[in-house]
């Protein structure tokens, strides 16, 4: 199974911005990579998700004008630029590949067939 790498999650006050990373990955243009997240007890949620080589890309309206999905080819890497962070953005961030690409289905958790172990988002007030 592919194995999936996020980092740069870390603790910032409200109104700040953070980028995650993702790298690993392990399928080929027309594939989709998406953003998910999570807190304890809860579903994981997708947040944006890029058809990978098409560059289109699909968010959630709870983010949509705050974050960024995009894609480096050269380094094999997906990016999630985050601004003006709020209090409920606060989780852990998940990043995973799936060798399909749909537009309805873009933000669905059974879409993706590989994940990265998560890195930790955490905004305060």
């Known amino acids: 199974q592919a194995r999936l790498v996020e980092s740069g999650g870390d603790s910032v006050q409200a109104g700040g911005s953070l980028r995650l990373s993702c790298v690993g990955i392990?399928?080929?243009?027309?594939?989709?990579m998406g953003w998910f997240r999570q807190v304890p007890g809860k579903k994981r949620l997708g947040v944006a998700a890029?058809?990978?080589?098409?560059?289109?890309?699909y968010y959630d309206d709870a983010v949509k004008g705050r974050f960024t999905i995009s894609q480096d080819s050269a380094d094999n890497t997906v990016y999630l630029q985050m601004n003006n962070l709020k209090p409920e953005d606060s989780a852990m961030y998940y990043c995973?590949?799936?060798?399909?690409?749909?537009?309805?289905?873009?933000?669905?958790?059974?879409?993706?067939?590989?994940w990265g172990r998560g890195t930790q988002v955490t905004v305060s007030s």
């Open positions: 995973g590949a799936s060798r399909r690409k749909s537009g309805m289905f873009a933000l669905q958790f059974g879409m993706y067939d590989s």
């Open positions: 392990p399928y080929t243009d027309g594939s989709m």
């Open positions: 890029i058809v990978y080589g098409e560059r289109t890309t």
